[in-house]
Structure formats: structure tokens, C-alpha cells
């Protein structure tokens, strides 16, 4: 993979997009190293691939009551949130 990838997973709530996501994303880590970065607006949660997030191979950045366009844009730039809510803009050096 290339050092700049996206994958867009669409689907219903339940059938089973986060759990290939934690699948995959275990894939590029294994063979790369680097981690896998989730921008979600699933209502599902992400309680499927809770210990991928405990261990730092998935970082989920969830919408959060953003409006949907904002958030898109954000997203599509790079930008997470911090403790506080603040969108910023992060750089991973793998």
C-alpha cells in the first residue's frame, strides 16, 4: 500500500464493516507498521475493534455530533480531535 490510502466502507449498521476494518487494519500493520487511522460516523460504535484501538493499531476519530460536512472536510485534510474536542491537524513519522 502506499503511504496514502483511504478506503471508504459503506454499509448498514451490523453488517460487519467494523469488523473487516479491525481485520484489515491488523493486515497493514503486521506488513507495514503503520497504523490505521478510522473517521466514522457509524452509529454502531466501535466495540468490535476495541483492543485494535487499546493497542494503537486503529485511531477512531468520531463524528461527534459534527455537522456531517464539517466533519468530511476535516477528514478529508488530515485532521483529528483532541482531548478537548479541537480539530488539528496530525502527521504520523512512521
Known amino acids: 500500500m502506499s503511504d496514502k490510502t ?3 466502507l459503506y454499509g448498514r449498521t451490523n453488517s460487519g464493516k467494523t ?12 506488513r507495514t507498521g503503520k497504523r490505521t487511522r478510522l ?3 457509524d452509529k454502531g460504535g466501535t466495540k468490535t475493534i476495541e483492543p485494535y ?4 493499531i486503529i485511531e ?11 466533519f468530511l472536510n476535516k477528514a478529508a485534510l488530515g485532521f ?6 479541537k480539530w488539528s491537524r496530525v ?3 512512521e
Do not use: C, M, N, S
Not at 484501538?53 to 494503537?56: E, P, S, V, Y
Not at 477512531?60 to 464539517?70: A, S
Not at 483529528?80 to 474536542?85: C, E, I, L, N, T
Open 6 to 8: 483511504t478506503i471508504l
Open 91 to 93: 502527521i504520523w513519522l
Open 19 to 30: 469488523g473487516q476494518i479491525g481485520v484489515l487494519a491488523e493486515d497493514i500493520f503486521r
Open 39 to 41: 473517521y466514522t460516523a
Open 80 to 85: 483529528v480531535r483532541d482531548a478537548a474536542g
Open 60 to 70: 477512531p476519530v468520531e463524528i461527534l455530533g459534527t455537522d456531517p460536512w464539517i
Open 53 to 56: 484501538i487499546k493497542l494503537g
